[in-house]
């Protein structure tokens, strides 16, 4: 494996991962996504979230794959996937690329997870295709009633700013912190290899233009993605939000859930925007429970 913070999952948890890799058509003539696969089962599809990777999920792995065939991707631009250049990074460019990766794996139907950038996405993705999504699930994912973030994409995106941001930021260690510590609600749940594990891929140069590219049509991409969520509302979806979120107003959790027919929210206590890093287990457990149809007490689970 690229990453042996990847492979520990393996000896920790005592997992058969493996890491594949695919060509995705349209997008460079080097254009290999990169994905881990566990499990087996019904497909099983996990999107993360921007600056995030395949690594995100790596706790939670082990347990879904007991239930399912886990796909765990780097979307291109991220993680250990190649970064083309002049990559179309919209919701709908990453989605279609998504069903691209999944018609080459061979899986027809598959239940999707999505989380922040990555539920938008995930969102997208079921809109295009409605008929393979078996069922949705997003957490803390970026949507249209969210207004954190508005602001600092167009400014980020801006042409005098951008470039700035490409060169300094990957100089700037404090930075890092600063941004990792604030996806969680309790800095003392922070897993050890978390700041390390995120810190790693974005060395590679691309990274920062990667973001910056996701940036400068977010809030385009968030008003297509308001008009194409009427064409998703009959997939069963399950809404997962840490109480403490400052990526993605858990506010907003309400307004989308009412999207869905077939809508129900699980809301972590105190817990920030990586509710699988932070409360592993619970998640999991939520997760799995959905999957399996035996929600209880009025849609939320006993873990």
């Keep these: 494996m690229n990453s042996a913070l990847d492979a520990g999952i393996n000896s920790q948890h005592e997992l058969a991962l493996e890491e594949h890799w695919v060509n995705l058509d349209g997008a460079g003539d080097s254009a290999r996504m990169r994905y881990l696969r566990a499990g087996s089962g019904p497909a099983l599809l996990l999107v993360h979230g921007l600056l995030g990777y395949s690594f995100s999920w790596r706790f939670c792995i082990p347990a879904l794959a007991k239930h399912a065939t886990v796909y765990a991707i780097d979307l291109l631009g991220t993680g250990f996937s190649d970064r083309p250049a002049k990559l179309d990074c919209s919701f709908q460019a990453s989605a279609k690329r998504l069903l691209q990766f999944m018609d080459k794996t061979g899986v027809a139907w598959f239940d999707l997870v999505g989380t922040s950038h990555g539920g938008a996405v995930a969102m997208m993705l079921a809109a295009l295709a409605p008929d393979r999504v078996r069922r949705l699930i997003l957490v803390d994912p970026a949507n249209p009633w969210s207004a954190h973030g508005k602001r600092l994409t167009v400014f980020l995106s801006s042409c005098l700013v951008a470039p700035l941001f490409a060169n300094l930021a990957p100089r700037m260690p404090s930075f890092h912190e600063f941004y990792h510590r604030r996806m969680f609600g309790d800095p003392q749940r922070i897993p050890l290899d978390s700041l390390e594990g995120y810190r790693k891929p974005m060395r590679i140069p691309g990274s920062y233009e990667y973001a910056l ?91």
């Design 213 to 303: 590219a996701v940036a400068r049509s977010w809030n385009r991409d968030l008003g297509e993605l308001e008009s194409a969520l009427p064409r998703i509302t009959q997939i069963p979806t399950l809404l997962i939000w840490g109480s403490k979120d400052t990526a993605v107003d858990s506010a907003s959790a309400a307004k989308l859930k009412q999207v869905f027919r077939d809508g129900r929210l699980v809301i972590f206590d105190g817990v920030g925007h990586l509710p699988y890093e932070e409360a592993p287990e619970e998640f999991s457990c939520v997760v799995t429970q959905f999957l399996s149809t035996t929600f209880i007490d009025g849609g939320h689970p006993r873990c």
